[in-house]
């Protein structure tokens, strides 16, 4: 495995783990009653996230590319293994919740008092930061995993709808990729099909998983929902973009032979 192969592994994990990441900044926002700082504050994570994005299509590009010149027809394992960063990435960060919550709700509060950026970054690489880390570790605790079993609030419709967005999503550049093994000739119009299949993704986002969360949001800082229901929706949010990443596994090959089909007919 290639240098470039582990990069894009480890880039790909972390943009996977920042995304589950991020359905833990709405119970940050209702606790802290400060949802816009929140926001906020994870936007740097954000960035980082999107700078990784923007690395990983080009090394994979790159890849496919010298596979070509040695006349490599296909290498579905390396592309499986990206995927399954995808999953751990969601793994990991679906452990790290219940702990970013305490972080991000104290970098949240001190924000709200002091009003810098750079003293925030200072005070989380400090001494007394690197202290507060260790003594807010946590895992999930098994009585939170033990209320999933109820499912009398099971938001089926939101779930189905946010495990195909996430399937989409994981695969959109992964498929446009590796279309380029199976259409040669056209594999730069391939390539920047991956808006095509990311847009079908984002109208799932923007019309149905985005509005649902943002009015739910709303019903528990007006108290018309408990905290705890709360908690266990954005759950079932986590674990079907856990699905997601697995169901991903099914759909990358028909999806790449699909846009290997696309670039040359559009």
Sequence with gaps: MTTQIILVLVLTLLINLITTLSYAVRIVGVRTGRIAITFSLFNILVL?????????????????????????????????YIILACTAGTIIG????????????????????HKSIPR??????????MQFVKENLKMPSGSHLLELADRKSFPLRIFVYNLLATAILTIAVLSCVYAAYLNPEYR??????SGV??????????????????ILTDDVVLGKVSERSFRRYISYMVIAR???????????????QLIALLAEKV
């Excluded at 980082?48 to 890849?63: D, G, I, V």
């Design 48 to 80: 980082l996230s999107r700078t990784a994005n923007t690395l990983q299509a080009p090394l994979l590009a790159k890849t496919v590319e010298q596979d070509l010149r040695l006349h490599l027809t296909s290498n579905a394992l390396i592309f499986r």
């Design 94 to 113: 679906a452990f790290l919740i219940p702990t970013f919550q305490r972080l991000l709700s104290r970098a949240v509060m001190h924000f709200s008092v």
């Design 120 to 129: 925030l970054f200072y005070l989380g690489l400090s001494g007394a930061g």
């Design 188 to 193: 730069t119009t391939a390539s920047n099909l």
């Design 197 to 214: 299949i990311n847009g079908v993704a984002t109208v799932l986002m923007a019309l149905f998983i985005d509005p649902h969360l943002s």
């Design 242 to 256: 856990l699905g997601g990443t697995l169901l991903a596994q099914l759909f990358f090959l028909p999806c790449a």
